[in-house]
């Protein structure tokens, strides 16, 4: 198997359709089942295992919990309007401060679903013009429809999702971030 690329080393092309939003949408709404398909037989002592720096599988299940309110945010300032989506914390203190590893697992995971939830529900109420509104990017400098935004995310769920996988599959040892 290829090596994961760094998720800051990746790039984005958003020419494709705005009517592809239904099925980024529905990614979304896969991924809190993918990642408890992931970490549902793995054993504890798998999940907390950092191999050296990097996160365990679990901080990974918890960053993504940890970056929800990120992506609502942004969702809202698509609906408010503006020239800049709010800024993400790209130290990610939030997860190194979180000590994801000594909560568990199903607790993590049951936040995540009621977080992505809630994701969903805010844009299950999305009015059409915000649809073609664009915003920029403050890392990326790259304007971003609502669905750019959308699959932005859903990017980084399966980078993460990919990780976990690595993680618990595939052996701590040929992990590297």
Known sequence: MTKLQ????RNFDFSFPAELLPNVCMRLRGTPARLEEITRDCAGEILVTKPGKSWS???HAGHLLDLEPLWTARVKD??????VLTK???????THQANHNASSIEKILGSFRKERFEL???????DSPVLSRTM???RLKKPMRLVDHLFFVAEHDDHHLARIWELTRGGVDAVRD
């Not at 969903?120 to 999305?126: K, N, T």
């Open 6 to 9: 760094a998720w800051f080393e």
């Open 57 to 59: 599988a679990q901080e």
């Open 78 to 83: 698509f609906t408010i309007g503006g020239a």
């Open 88 to 94: 993400a914390d790209l130290s990610n203190q939030k």
């Open 120 to 126: 969903m529900r805010q844009l299950d109420s999305i």
């Open 136 to 138: 920029l990017h403050p």
